[in-house]
């Protein structure tokens, strides 16, 4: 059974950082790439990064590339996102995400 747990997220000020985390159990996780997305209040699903199971390979949305960074530590089974440069439309429910499987998030929320 696929089980994803996030956690990490926080009230923060515009401009200040964030690491999320992913804790990963019942499949290999070396093997899987895994995508975290996000949901705002109200609106759908955004995908906003990917990461190749051995980590070598990364790829963003536009509205986050340069700010946030995806990592991994196989040996632990956790997935991570680094936020920096956070912004008021980064607010929302961060979710990481294996196939059709997602955890139950971790909610960032970007205020002054």
């Known amino acids: 059974e696929v089980q994803l747990v996030e956690s990490g997220g926080g009230l923060v000020q515009p401009g200040g950082s964030l690491m999320l985390s992913c804790a990963a159990s019942?499949?290999?996780?070396?093997?899987?790439?895994m995508d975290w997305v996000r949901q705002a209040p109200g609106k759908g699903p955004e995908w906003i990064s990917y990461?190749?199971?051995?980590?070598?390979?990364?790829h963003y949305a536009v509205s986050v590339k340069g700010r946030f960074t995806a990592s991994r530590d196989n040996a632990k089974n956790t997935l991570y996102l680094q936020l920096n440069s956070l912004k008021t439309e980064d607010t929302a429910m961060y979710y990481c995400?294996?196939?059709?499987?997602r955890g139950q998030g971790t909610q960032v929320t970007v205020s002054s």
């Open positions: 995400k294996y196939l059709g499987e």
């Open positions: 990461i190749s199971g051995d980590g070598r390979f990364t």
């Open positions: 019942g499949f290999t996780f070396s093997s899987a790439g």
